[in-house]
């Protein structure tokens, strides 16, 4: 499939773990926060997000955290599994439909 | 309920031909994308469009065309393709503010 980036920074964790990926963001005017997971060869799906007047939302698994004081976003993996294993990237999102992309992290799931 | 869909998944073609890349969705959303993805860029937005016949330059339009005679289709036209433009493109779709991708094309310009 596609490779999406051979040069990201890599997160490796253990089978069972927590991972936490992180994001910085530079429009303070962004009020709307996408995490997004994207697979080999597939295009970006849809994990979680995030508006800016809240700190913290959780689903299944995954938590995210906002910090506004100083433009950061996390996602927290619970449990990582092997299906885990992918580019994750934060999309902030600011007067609409500007979006704005991160680069990505790409998660390995060790066994 | 098929969502996004893209056609072709796969493309080869030669440096000046013209090749359209299609993108459907089901759900009757307002807002369309076109993103490229290359290595150590992430997603680059090539053209959006809010309506039907409605469309506007993203951040890297330029060899680019594209159209938006019905609301489910937003077909990308590389009139001379170019060398430069081998990546893989990405289809989107919004009504708020969560965008949903298509599956995506991988081009490659010889």
């Known amino acids: 499939g596609e490779s999406v980036g051979l040069h990201l920074p890599t997160l490796s964790v253990q089978e069972g773990d927590n991972s936490i990926i992180n994001c910085a963001y530079s429009?303070?005017?962004?009020?709307?926060f996408i995490w997004y997971k994207q697979e080999s060869g597939k295009g970006p799906q849809f994990i979680i997000d995030?508006?800016?007047?809240?700190d913290k939302r959780q689903g299944q698994r995954v938590t995210v955290l906002l910090n506004k004081t100083v433009k950061h976003l996390s996602l927290q993996i619970a449990a990582t599994q092997p299906g885990d294993s992918a580019v994750y990237f934060c999309?902030?999102?600011?007067?609409?439909?500007?979006?704005?992309f991160g680069p990505g992290t790409r998660l390995s799931v060790l066994p | 309920d098929a969502g996004i869909t893209q056609s072709p998944r796969y493309k080869i073609t030669e440096t000046g031909r013209q090749v359209t890349l299609m993108c459907h969705q089901t759900?009757?959303?307002?807002?369309m994308f076109w993103y490229r993805q290359d290595l150590g860029h992430g997603l680059r937005l090539i053209y959006y469009?809010?309506?039907?016949?409605?469309?506007d330059k993203g951040e890297v339009p330029d060899g680019y065309v594209v159209s938006r005679s019905k609301t489910e289709n937003f077909p990308l036209t590389l009139e001379s393709a170019t060398r430069s433009q081998t990546s893989v493109y990405f289809c989107?779709?919004?009504?708020?503010?969560?965008?949903?991708f298509g599956p995506g094309t991988r081009l490659t310009v010889l």
């Open positions: 995030i508006r800016s007047n809240m």
């Open positions: 759900w009757s959303h307002s807002y």
């Open positions: 989107a779709s919004s009504e708020s503010d969560t965008q949903y």
């Open positions: 429009n303070s005017a962004s009020d709307y």
């Open positions: 999309a902030e999102i600011y007067y609409g439909q500007n979006f704005v």
């Open positions: 469009s809010a309506a039907a016949d409605i469309t």
